[in-house]
């Protein structure tokens, strides 16, 4: 039996029933686990519908959804595979897909953290840079900037930016910001907007981490552009690992940090 674990975010899951269904060989069985609180009644109701062979029992606060693979491919199916590809969302002129952090708009922290950031300069990077919108603010912005390094660990994030930014300033590459990144020249400056959840269970730990692996690559005196929710405890572990933190904004449920090393 091949496992399907959907996430919180619908097209997502969607598209990974699409690419398993299209992947598995006739009579195969595709078990879907949606949690209840993760739109689980909803999936099982729509898959219920669109494919006729489904199986569906609940247990563990959780809908357990079997489909067997068959030679006639449900018309969803050609629909579903879509959210598995980059495609140009045109209400944020960027290339995204779901699973990507805010894939389909512009994510407001990050736009509150633009529309504070100064004059950059030298060398930096963007850890966490998703598809690609601060990247491209900062170097659209900052004639000074002679290197941006553009940071995700999702391979898909990285073909997005990889499509989404042109200018030859970007080294974009996939890395993981919670550990010390390999081939980073001396920082002079970081922008983030740091991730806090794994899956759909909160980690604080996973913010805290970038900051220190910020604060490892920044040179003596260099400066990281912090965006945040505002429940997020992250002052402590930025006072920690930098000389000084200045909270610079607070507003609509943000605030933004300027840490100097």
């Not at 491919?73 to 995204?96: A, C, K, N, V």
């Not at 300033?169 to 390999?182: E, F, L």
């Not at 269970?201 to 692996?213: L, S």
Request: aromatic share 8%.
């Amino acid at each position: 039996m091949i496992r399907i674990h959907g996430t919180k975010q619908k097209e997502e899951t969607h598209g990974l029933i699409a690419k398993t269904w299209q992947e598995a060989d006739a009579g195969s069985e595709i078990e879907i686990i949606q949690p209840n609180d993760l739109g689980g009644k909803s999936l099982e109701k729509m898959l219920l519908k669109h494919f006729p062979n489904a199986q569906s029992e609940s247990k563990k606060k959780s809908r357990f959804i079997t489909l067997t693979k068959t030679d006639d491919t449900p018309s969803i199916i050609d629909e579903w595979i879509t959210h598995t590809q980059l495609r140009m969302i045109d209400s944020t002129g960027f290339y995204s897909m779901p699973g990507l952090f805010g894939w389909n708009k512009i994510d407001a922290g990050s736009q509150l953290l633009s529309e504070h950031l100064p004059n950059l300069k030298g060398t930096g990077a963007d850890f966490g840079c998703g598809y690609g919108f601060l990247t491209r603010h900062a170097l659209t912005q900052n004639i000074d900037i002679t290197t941006l390094y553009s940071l995700d660990f999702d391979t898909r994030a990285v073909d997005a930016c990889t499509k989404n930014i042109s200018d030859a300033r970007a080294v974009i590459k996939q890395a993981d910001c919670t550990n010390r990144v390999d081939d980073l020249k001396p920082l002079d400056f970081v922008i983030m907007n740091p991730p806090f959840h794994d899956g759909a269970t909160e980690d604080r730990d996973m913010g805290i981490k970038f900051i220190e692996t910020a604060a490892r690559h920044l040179r003596s005196k260099g400066r990281a552009w912090i965006v945040a929710n505002k429940h997020m405890p992250y002052e402590k572990a930025i006072l920690k690992h930098f000389k000084s933190c200045e909270k610079i904004v607070e507003q609509n449920g943000f605030k933004i940090f300027k840490c100097i090393k």
